[in-house]
């Protein structure tokens, strides 16, 4: 079972920055893809972008292409999600996940452990 740890929520205001950092642990942390997730209040899960076990691709949702990036250090089993130029619609709780691949994904059903998610807000 992989646990994975969340941190860098907050309450910013709008243009500001955010990164948000997982860590993970557990007997089989390593070979996954990471993804990060959000869920606005009233809304369903949505995908927010994936980076491979390599670290050498990633894919972004439209909605934050541009704005977010996602890295990875993988000595420290860490993902990090940078949002910059933060918008009110980005509000959500982030959720990190771990897949069962090492190659991009964008699939839920590829993600079988979450963090217990992080709340971002962002005022106008």
């Known amino acids: 079972q992989v646990q994975l740890v969340e941190s860098g929520g907050g309450l910013v205001q709008a243009g500001d920055s955010l990164r948000l950092s997982c860590t993970a642990s557990?007997?089989?942390?390593?070979?996954?893809?990471m993804g990060w997730f959000r869920q606005a209040p009233g809304k369903e899960r949505e995908f927010v972008g994936t980076?491979?076990?390599?670290?050498?691709?990633?894919l972004y949702a439209d909605s934050v292409k541009g704005r977010f990036t996602i890295s990875r250090n993988n000595a420290k089993n860490t993902v990090y999600l940078q949002m910059n130029s933060l918008k009110p619609e980005d509000t959500a709780v982030y959720y990190c996940?771990?897949?069962?691949?090492?190659?991009?994904?964008?699939?839920?059903?590829?993600?079988?452990?979450w963090g217990q998610g992080t709340q971002v807000t962002v005022s106008s």
């Open positions: 996940a771990a897949a069962i691949v090492a190659m991009i994904t964008a699939s839920p059903s590829h993600f079988r452990s």
């Open positions: 557990g007997p089989t942390v390593r070979s996954r893809a």
């Open positions: 980076i491979s076990w390599t670290g050498d691709n990633t």
